[in-house]
């Protein structure tokens, strides 16, 4: 079974710094991007970061300079450093993997979208 495992989360004060991590586990062939996503209560799920194989980052324009996307390819992990905490951070964070679940799906050009079951970060005093 294929899944995303997150983990990281939880409550922290105004300025604070958290990392999530996001592994990867079952049958995969490859993995090309990876991201983490966030739904805060009442609005719809975005981008916070994204990143490619290759390395090359995206930033929704609320996080660039405090959050930082990383991954380890060995691992099939990824990461999210978050500085400077704000409460306007809050919200329920979902990983995302574009896979390439077998040999076959990688040479159609065929990936998969998974996610994760969602890790609630909560910033408050």
């Known amino acids: 079974q294929v899944q995303l495992v997150e983990s990281g989360g939880g409550l922290v004060q105004p300025g604070g710094s958290l990392r999530l991590s996001c592994a990867a586990s079952?049958?995969?062939?490859?993995?090309?991007?990876m991201g983490w996503y966030r739904q805060a209560p009442g609005k719809q799920r975005e981008l916070v970061a994204g990143i490619t194989r290759g390395g090359n980052t995206n930033y929704a324009d609320s996080v660039k300079g405090r959050f930082t996307i990383s991954r380890d390819n060995a691992k099939n992990t990824v990461y999210l450093q978050m500085n400077s905490l704000k409460p306007e951070d809050t919200a329920v964070y979902y990983c995302?993997?574009?896979?390439?679940?077998?040999?076959?799906?990688?040479?159609?050009?065929?990936?998969?979208?998974?996610w994760g079951q969602g890790t609630l970060v909560t910033v408050s005093s």
């Open positions: 995302n993997a574009a896979a390439y679940l077998d040999y076959s799906s990688w040479h159609n050009g065929r990936e998969d979208q998974l």
């Open positions: 079952g049958s995969i062939f490859s993995i090309n991007a």
